[in-house]
């Protein structure tokens, strides 16, 4: 059964840095499509991150030159270092894989920056 275990948010003043991890059970991350989505209060879920099993990865323009997605094979994880943190980032964020159509969620990680 796919496991996706995220960790590593908190509380961080604007500007700061966070790293957030996702652990992953029953799949390879190296060898999937795997990414980062996130939620606000009252907003919809929204894309923040992808990576392909090419190493490809993909963002919107609000993470661009901010986030940056990584995975390690060894520990089969993947990260999502996140820069230069404002206000609006402020969300539960959730690792997401996506195989033949379906979608499978960690249970997330709130990230809250202060201003």
């Known amino acids: 059964q796919v496991q996706l275990v995220e960790s590593g948010g908190g509380l961080v003043q604007a500007g700061g840095s966070l790293r957030l991890s996702c652990a992953a059970s029953a799949i390879r991350v190296s060898g999937n499509t795997m990414g980062w989505y996130r939620q606000a209060p009252g907003k919809q879920r929204e894309f923040v991150a992808i990576?392909?099993?090419?190493?490809?990865?993909n963002y919107p323009d609000s993470a661009k030159g901010r986030f940056t997605i990584t995975r390690d094979k060894v520990s089969n994880t993947i990260y999502l270092q996140m820069n230069s943190l404002k206000p609006e980032d402020t969300a539960v964020y959730y690792c997401w894989y996506t195989k033949l159509g379906a979608d499978y969620w960690g249970q997330g990680t709130q990230v809250t920056v202060s201003s």
């Open positions: 990576i392909t099993p090419l190493g490809t990865t």
